[in-house]
């Protein structure tokens, strides 16, 4: 595990892990629905060698993560996450520790959400935390995307082959729907805490320029101060 996590992060939560699920339920609903499948030529040659082996996960892998932008990008363009406005509690004063109300449109901050890392340099604590928060949502979209890519395989199954659709297949697809809910229901709790997030660190933001603004114009002042005395 600790190997992993040194891969990179965003690699890890976003690829890897959602990858290692997609896997573990094809292989899941090959067992359920059709054992023979797991017999054919092509997986045993596969999974003879090491090399077969990986190269298998890091295709499933990859092809998971580029599914999984199609539907963040579809999920997000129309609202599937739930409501567009949300109700949050924001900063009025860091200082003071002082929240109000407030309704934000958490799409629209989410997909600002790449400016803000351009804006923060890399050794800047605020462009870390972006970065996990991002990385935790695609965790949760690409897991719900790997629910999905198991739920498609196992209708095909089926579909090809009627007389598979027995209880325990039902009962199969019932668990595949009920995890798909949970990481629909999760997706919709991680996207509000991002937008929450970024808000916070575009504010920070925001605040920063402000003050280096006004620290620029008392230099100005005080240097044409210097000069009249002069």
């Known amino acids: 595990m600790t190997a992993l996590f040194g891969i990179s992060l965003w690699i890890t939560l976003a690829t890897v892990l959602p990858g290692l699920v997609t896997i573990f339920l094809l292989l899941t609903s090959f067992a359920v629905l059709q054992p023979t499948l797991l017999d054919s030529v092509v997986l045993t040659r596969l999974l003879e060698t090491n090399l077969g082996t990986l190269a298998g996960a890091v295709t499933v892998m990859i092809f998971t993560q580029m599914l999984g932008i199609l539907v963040e990008r579809v999920w997000t363009r129309f609202p599937l996450y739930g409501p567009t406005m949300r109700e949050i509690d924001q900063f009025r004063s860091f200082e003071a520790d002082q929240t109000e109300k407030d309704r934000i449109n958490v799409y629209d901050v989410y997909r600002r959400g790449y400016n803000l890392l351009a804006v923060f340099g890399r050794d800047d604590d605020v462009h870390g935390h972006i970065k996990r928060v ?96 002069d």
């Open 134 to 229: 991002l990385a935790q949502f695609f965790l949760t979209n690409n897991v719900m995307t790997a629910v999905m890519i198991a739920l498609a395989v196992s209708i095909a199954i089926c579909v090809a082959d009627r007389t598979l659709l027995t209880g325990v297949a039902i009962g199969y697809f019932c668990v595949l729907v009920l995890l798909l809910g949970i990481a629909w229901f999760a997706g919709g709790i991680r996207i509000k805490t991002m937008a929450i997030a970024l808000r916070v660190a575009r504010m920070k933001y925001e605040a920063a320029e402000r003050e280096q603004q006004a620290r620029s114009g008392t230099g100005r002042q005080a240097h044409a101060q210097d000069h009249e005395e």
